[in-house]
């Protein structure tokens, strides 16, 4: 069982390897596109700015740990699309048949399929979101929890992604679904929880989990709370077994296609 | 020895039909309708190790479902499949060392690597130590020629080139099948016979079997030794290549020069192809005329060059088609 985890990592880092090798082909391209989204998040601090300048407090945050909230937010979502790009992809991978190459190698085909591209700019996320971290302020405690939250984060917003995608298995055009939920999940992530009350409050701690991705790992990183780390880490677990079962049921159900292919 | 065992094999696709137009879309939205279509209809054949099959049939016969039933991309409905003792749908990870795919319509090579890094690749997708896989890359493109661009991206390559990659890439880990669909697609003659050449030479010299579908006739008659012919789901025939030239070549082609314009009309085991006076070219039913009863119409004095041939194997086989529909 190990050896098969160690040799399925090994198999995962070469395609992040050969994935990240193709975007660093055009040097120019992978640099600018890193910088521009630095620049790109950095005008979003600019409405907390202004937002601040009238008022002291929002949702129960301050401006540094608004900053904070920025900053898990960029690093989750550049985790996310860094290393599983094609999660996001997931509905147009199973319509046009690409499952077919994965299904025949001896390896996880879920891993397969959504590891094989990255996307670089979102090495500019997540260097905003460590330059966000640092604004709030350094402690090797919190550094350590913002980067366990960051992975964890991650994870959980691919498994969202992974089951919105599934959904193709047995829906046609769940490719928007799929756009639609994974929108939701990153527009909310850069607001204070406190803003949002009753019905919207509860969706954010279970379908669009903004909360366990976010909030909470905000809260526990501003004043430790081992529960909340627990809430976490048990949260990402199960959305990832989740994503994994929804997938392989859904996996019985692929037609697989005759459409023309490339792997560019 | 059976490598693969196909019994009573079944398949059925639900599709979403809809009606024309707008209104069609619409209303497939509020009562949406299927039909059930049936791909493959209850399938049995076997392979033994070694051999060479050609799995044939029109476009939409079930070729590429059955195929994809055999490697685990697909479900079966119903029927047993045994691959290499293996069942495909519950031993794919299994399965997967036991056999190669290589499908002409789908590259499975990152375009931007060389084909040395992406034979690596495939090598640590099959958990092949490094000294092993840098030997079989060495080994396999001696074989298959490809020492002048192993390192050039594939993305450089010509498409004969890419070709071969993708069936060494298929290779790497000394699958005992070999499934082959399509795999001289879109290729030049001399290009398809290069890969013909090298699949027979893989064939030859590791003993692997190889399932192949493919329409160009060339890849069936120059590689397997037995046709499986599909159509509509179902097993039209079953047999030798050497059986199906024996009995379906029956009628000869007389393509004929002559001195004289002579007068001859369709008859009794005799058909007019082509008559353009001096050139005359008929086909000759042997179950119903001899060769020299129809040279003897033709009268041999008159005759000043002549050839005659069996019907091309393509025709034979788009008359089965037809027939068995």
Not at chain 2, 9 to 29: E, H, N, Q, R, Y
Not at chain 2, 201 to 228: A, P, Q, W
Request: contains cysteine; glycine residues 6%; charged residues 25%.
């Amino acid at each position: 069982m190990l050896t098969e985890v160690k040799k399925q990592l090994k198999v995962s880092l070469l395609s992040v390897k050969y994935g990240f090798m193709r975007e660093a082909l055009n040097k120019a391209s992978l640099f600018s596109s890193i910088f521009f989204m630095i620049i790109n998040n950095s005008c979003m601090i600019v409405q907390w700015i202004v937002l601040f300048s009238l008022k002291d407090n929002f949702g129960g945050y301050s401006f540094k740990e608004v900053l904070l909230l920025w900053g898990l937010a960029a690093s989750t979502y550049g985790v996310s699309r860094f290393f599983f790009r094609k999660s996001f992809n997931l509905s147009q991978t199973i319509v046009s048949g690409a499952l077919d190459n994965y299904i025949v190698q001896p390896k996880s085909v879920l891993l397969s399929a959504i590891i094989s591209e990255c996307e670089p700019s979102a090495l500019g996320d997540i260097i905003f979101g460590y330059i966000m971290y640092f604004m709030y302020g350094f402690k090797i405690h919190t550094f350590i929890l913002f980067t366990l939250f960051t992975i964890t984060g991650g994870l959980m917003i691919v498994a969202v992604a992974v089951i919105l995608g599934s959904l193709s298995f047995w829906l046609t055009n769940s490719d928007q679904i799929a756009d639609v939920g994974n929108s939701l999940v990153t527009n909310f992530a850069t607001y204070p929880d406190g803003i949002f009350k009753g019905v919207a409050r509860m969706m954010l701690y279970t379908i669009i989990p903004v909360g366990i991705t976010n909030f909470i790992p905000a809260r526990a990183i501003i004043s430790f709370n081992p529960t909340l780390l627990l809430i976490n880490i048990g949260a990402t677990i199960l959305f990832i077994l989740t994503a994994f079962a929804i997938f392989y049921r859904g996996l019985r159900r692929y037609s697989s296609s005759n459409l023309m292919n490339a792997r560019v | 020895m059976s490598v693969i065992e196909v019994k009573n094999l079944s398949k059925t696709f639900k599709v979403k039909i809809k009606d024309k137009g707008l209104k069609g879309s619409l209303k497939a939205i509020f009562k949406p309708k299927y039909k059930l279509v049936k791909a493959v209809k209850s399938i049995d054949f076997s392979v033994e190790k070694g051999e060479m099959v050609a799995f044939i049939g029109p476009n939409g016969a079930g070729k590429s479902t059955t195929i994809k039933m055999l490697t685990s991309i697909l479900y079966p409905d119903k029927g047993k499949i045994k691959v290499m003792g293996l069942d495909p749908a519950k031993d794919r990870k299994k399965l997967a060392y036991e056999i190669g795919t290589m499908f002409g319509q789908k590259e499975q090579l990152w375009t931007h690597l060389s084909p040395y890094d992406n034979f690596k690749f495939f090598g640590a997708i099959f958990d092949i130590p490094e000294p092993v896989v840098e030997k079989k890359i060495k080994e396999l493109s001696m074989l298959f020629e490809l020492d002048e661009f192993i390192n050039t991206p594939v993305r450089n390559l010509s498409l004969g080139q890419r070709i071969r990659c993708e069936i060494v890439a298929s290779l790497i880990h000394e699958p005992k099948i070999l499934f082959l669909d399509e795999p001289t697609i879109g290729l030049d003659p001399v290009v398809k016979e290069n890969i013909r050449t090298l699949i027979k030479r893989m064939n030859k010299e590791y003993k692997t079997t190889i399932f192949l579908t493919s329409h160009d006739v060339g890849d069936i008659e120059k590689l397997c030794k037995r046709v499986i012919i599909v159509n509509d789901g179902q097993i039209v025939l079953d047999d030798s290549m050497e059986n199906l030239k024996y009995h379906y070549l029956n009628k000869k082609i007389v393509d004929a020069k002559m001195k004289e314009k002579i007068n001859l009309d369709d008859e009794d085991g005799i058909t007019i192809l082509k008559d353009k006076g001096y050139n005359l070219k008929i086909e000759v039913d042997i179950t119903k005329r001899s060769i020299s009863d129809a040279l003897k119409l033709l009268n041999p004095d008159n005759i000043i060059d002549i050839n005659i041939s069996n019907v091309p194997l393509e025709d034979i086989i788009a008359n089965i088609y037809k027939s068995k529909k």
